[in-house]
């Protein structure tokens, strides 16, 4: 697993005043993790956007500016402008290289189903990602899954038929769903169904309840 460098530096703008440093091209960010102590930090914009296009599901060698050894962080949240879709903040999370993390792993569809050759159907994938647990140096930048064997509508991949991989383990339930070959036709019987059922509870919940007649008191 290749590692990417990421300059940065100890940043003492806070709040309101860190739009001056976006103006400039530069990010703020934190660093924090199990046992450390958190830190402010600013990098260039350029730089983290290229690491983000590349995946943030891996280990990056954050360089900050006056410190001899490098911080094993990977990208734990990222905040972008919801007009111009500009960075906006970033976190860091810093791992120790001897102790498992989770982390989430975006799923990859790859090679083609059979099923889909037939026009009606369609590939109906139901996750995009899953949660995993290993070693930091374990950690992958995806997770293939490879629909070649749907071969008819109705079937369908779970988190239980994937490999994870050695030092890797699905913190996802095996039984979740990834995708499934559905049928046209199928499909809109089910929304039917749904949407009647939805009636009928809808019409229930709307009945008065009937008063109980509680019995005359003797004198």
Known sequence: MT????????RSLFGKKTRFL??????PANVFGHGIESMAVECQATDLEKIIKGGTSRIIMLDVE???KKRSVIIKNVSHHPIIQSLIHVDFYQVKMTEKMTADIPLVIKGHAPALDIKENFLDQQMNELT????????????????SG?????????V??????????????GDYMIVRVA??????EEVEE????EAVAGEEAEMPEKATEEPASEE
């Open 132 to 147: 995993i647990e290993c070693l930091p140096d374990k950690l992958p930048s995806s997770i293939e899954v490879d629909i």
């Open 160 to 173: 239980g038929d994937l490999d994870p991989g050695e030092g890797i383990t699905f913190v996802t339930p």
């Open 22 to 27: 976006r103006r400039q091209g530069v990010v």
């Open 66 to 68: 006056g410190e001899k």
């Open 194 to 197: 749904e949407e009647e059922l």
């Open 183 to 188: 049928h046209a036709a199928r499909v809109e």
């Open 3 to 10: 590692k990417t460098i990421l300059k940065s530096k100890k």
């Open 150 to 158: 749907l071969e008819e509508a109705g079937q369908s991949i779970t």
